[in-house]
């Protein structure tokens, strides 16, 4: 049974990183005027709750035992308007601080988008997809309840503890010493049980990292898990990788669930031992009312505490979310603008391989010491075996990976002197693996140029000879295709990404098995238009159909970390060498066919 990655994600330190907690903060800076109103409005609702257990001491004190009805009626009117503003503190504090979470939230969700476009090819290379997606969308939903609820509320409960121990101080130390007693067993509890809930809420995120990406590779190969009828054998291993994450949260909901209980007795307890002294005695004397006053104000100590103490499960899981979303942050992209890097200018398309070295891996080169140099204008196809390297040439010229040794220059720049963004807007890139975005047609075919109108897309159209099916559609480039095009054939996908290239206007263009999915018949069609891309441009065709690259100026056959040969068709065949014997062997089976 295939096994599904579960390695990818290393293992959290122990201890919760401070680091990471400044850096949320630094999230809350553009709504200090805010944090300050809602830090008011908490004060505010404090002092009321604090009001209620006094009221009562007087209430039980003097208003009965002297029955003053005057005074009682004013307590009750007082006590009212206390709750209607306490109830209005209530829900504006609420509102208020999910509305700052979810703005917190955002930018977070924002400035790891933004790093994630600028992460390069490698990076996604090495990631399953699924892991990447449960980064930018689940774990920060899952820090929701952190931000919505919890750094504000919690200072409000740090203030409340602070408040009523110093009112409990006011009217008998010993009781407050009393009501004290068991917080050191309360600390040992806290300390024993967050190492436990953290290692747990490391686990379930590396499951459900597992299952999202497992989920995530079952949808995009659903096509082939049809045609091998593998469904049986996907959901056995879904249904694994379920069960895991299942009993992942499960475990981590036991570690969260195992303070709050503790919390809740030692309040209990320490209630039941107030009351006994007070009955007792054990050196205190208060009245009646004081004494339930007391028990009010130790009721208002120990919830906050109850709360800082849900707070504090909230930050032990959530901070396994939180550093696993810095640590995508964290990665550094391989691919990065030079400190003094220039914008490029309008090039001429001059390109120069000098020297280059390059391999995906320490261990192994695709290239060593690679030389060629490609004038202005010139059209230059790359063939040869799989993996000799030709889709390697034109990914390195648009620096998506860089190299080890040697230098690659465009009109005389070396491309890593100058800014990427500017570079890779001189190139035009077009793939096999042609994406289609959400939307419509229109749309994808302006990607290539924001500021494009619809008459020079509809040109761009017509060049590359998409016009005439997209006219055929129910709303023409209006209709709205789904998510990489899937109501689309092969070759329209391919023909509206050929129109996006062009609507960039290129001066160097790369096609990479540009026509592989165009039937013969669209092919000579878009070969009028091609001669009218490639005119005044330079260009590099990779090709496994020789036919489609015989008029180029010279063709590069790739092989054994080199150039092998290089020449025009007419050349090449003359030699009879690698190009004339890959030729004559494609000929023959184009013939059989």
């Known amino acids: 049974m295939a096994q599904v990655q579960t390695d990818t994600d290393k293992k959290l330190d122990k201890k919760m990183s401070a680091k990471n907690i400044k850096r949320v903060l630094t999230y809350l800076k553009p709504y200090r005027m805010k944090i300050t109103i809602l830090f008011l409005v908490i004060l505010l609702s404090n002092i009321i709750m604090i009001l209620g257990p006094y009221l009562t001491s007087i209430v039980i004190d003097q208003s009965i035992p002297n029955q003053d009805a005057r005074q009682l009626t004013w307590i009750i009117v007082l006590y009212a308007v206390a709750t209607l503003i306490n109830g209005w503190a209530s829900r504006y504090r609420l509102y208020n601080i999910t509305l700052l ?7 977070m969700r924002s400035d790891l988008f933004i790093h994630m476009q600028k992460l390069s090819f490698a990076f996604f290379d090495s990631q399953p997809h699924g892991k990447i997606l449960i980064r930018v969308v689940n774990y920060i939903n899952n820090l929701s309840n952190i931000l919505s609820s919890g750094l504000i509320n919690v200072l409000s409960d740090i203030l409340s503890i602070i408040v009523t121990l110093a009112i409990m101080l006011a009217i008998d130390v010993r009781l407050t010493l009393y009501s004290l007693i068991l917080m050191p067993v309360l600390f040992v509890a806290t ?15 590396a499951k459900q990292a597992n299952l999202n990406a497992y989920i995530h590779e079952s949808i995009a190969g659903i096509k082939t898990t049809q045609s091998y009828t593998r469904e049986s054998m996907n959901y056995d291993i879904f249904s694994d990788v379920s069960n895991q994450q299942r009993e992942a949260y499960m475990k981590a909901v036991k570690a969260q669930d195992m303070l709050s209980p503790i919390v809740q007795n030692i309040a209990t307890i320490t209630i039941s031992f107030i009351y006994f002294a007070g009955i007792r005695g054990l050196g205190v004397d208060v009245s009646t009312g004081i004494l339930i006053a007391f028990v009010g104000y130790v009721n208002n100590f120990w919830n906050p505490i109850i709360n800082v103490g849900n707070f504090y499960n909230s930050l032990v899981s959530g901070a396994v979310y939180l550093e696993r979303v810095f640590e995508m942050m964290d990665v550094k992209p391989q691919i990065q603008d030079a400190p003094d890097a220039y914008e490029m ?4 398309g001059e390109v120069v391989f000098r020297d280059v070295t390059f391999g995906y891996t320490e261990e192994q080169n695709i290239f060593e010491h690679l030389s ?12 040869g075996p799989t993996g000799a390297g030709k889709s390697t040439i034109t990914n390195l010229i648009s620096r998506f990976y860089d190299i080890k040794d040697g230098a690659i220059l465009v009109d005389g720049m070396d491309i890593r002197d100058v800014k990427v963004q500017s570079l890779r807007k001189e190139i035009g ?9 959400s939307g419509t047609i229109m749309e994808n075919i302006r990607y290539g140029n924001l500021e494009a109108s619809p008459w020079d897309i509809v040109d761009a159209a017509r060049v590359v000879r998409a016009h005439e099916f997209i006219q055929d559609l129910k709303n023409g480039y209006r209709t709205v295709v789904q998510e990489r095009g899937s109501t689309l054939s092969a070759g329209q996908r391919q023909l509206i990404s050929f129109a996006r290239t062009l609507l960039a206007d290129p001066k160097v263009l790369i096609l990479d098995e540009a026509t592989s999915s165009i039937d013969t018949q669209t092919e000579i069609l878009l070969q009028e238009g ?5 005119e005044g441009r330079t260009a590099f065709i990779v090709a496994h159909r020789l036919s489609t690259i015989r008029n180029s100026d010279r063709i590069f056959y790739i092989g054994d970390k080199k ?21 004559r062997t494609q000929s023959k089976l184009l013939k059989k066919v």
Do not use: C, W
Request: proline share 4%.
């Open 530 to 534: 091609l001669d009218r891309l490639l």
């Open 429 to 437: 890139v077009m793939l096999q693996d042609t994406f289609i975005f």
């Open 372 to 383: 060629f140099h490609v004038k202005p204008g010139e059209t230059i196809a790359l063939v």
């Open 191 to 205: 300390m024993i049980i967050k190492n436990k809930q953290r290692a747990a809420y490391d686990e379930l995120s």
């Open 345 to 348: 200018p309008p090039v001429k």
């Open 101 to 107: 979470g979810q703005d917190v939230l955002r930018d």
């Open 563 to 583: 150039i092998l040969e290089s020449g025009s068709h007419e050349e090449l065949m003359k030699k009879k060498g690698h190009y004339y014997n890959l030729y």
